[in-house]
């Protein structure tokens, strides 16, 4: 069974930091690249970033540019979101997704319960 368990969200003030943590099990970890997503109170889902089966490659929101950083250690089977310089607008609920393969970051088929983000101070 696929399962992908996000942790790490909490409350954080402004401009302050957040590393985000994704723990994947049940399929292959590095035969996929990795997405995370979120979702801000009343909103739709957002993009914000993600990254190639090996970590070759990465890929931004441009709101996130220069913030958040995502990584990932395959040989934990784990997907990471480092967040710098939050706004109170980073405030959402973070997925983290599985693409639909290891050579495409379009479409998603499996996601986490997501961790909330307060930027507040």
């Known amino acids: 069974e696929v399962q992908l368990v996000e942790s790490g969200g909490g409350l954080v003030q402004p401009g302050g930091s957040l590393r985000l943590s994704c723990a994947a099990s049940?399929?292959?970890?590095?035969?996929?690249?990795m997405s995370w997503v979120r979702q801000a109170p009343g909103k739709g889902l957002e993009w914000v970033s993600a990254?190639?089966?090996?970590?070759?490659?990465?890929y931004y929101a441009e709101s996130m540019k220069g913030r958040f950083t995502i990584s990932r250690d395959n040989a934990k089977g784990t997907l990471y979101l480092q967040m710098n310089s939050l706004k109170s607008e980073d405030t959402a609920v973070y997925y983290c997704?599985?693409?639909?393969?290891?050579?495409?970051?379009?479409?998603?088929?499996?996601w986490g319960k997501g961790t909330l983000i307060t930027v507040s101070s």
């Open positions: 049940g399929f292959t970890f590095d035969d996929y690249a």
């Open positions: 990254i190639s089966w090996n970590g070759g490659y990465t």
């Open positions: 997704a599985r693409a639909l393969g290891k050579h495409t970051i379009r479409g998603m088929d499996y």
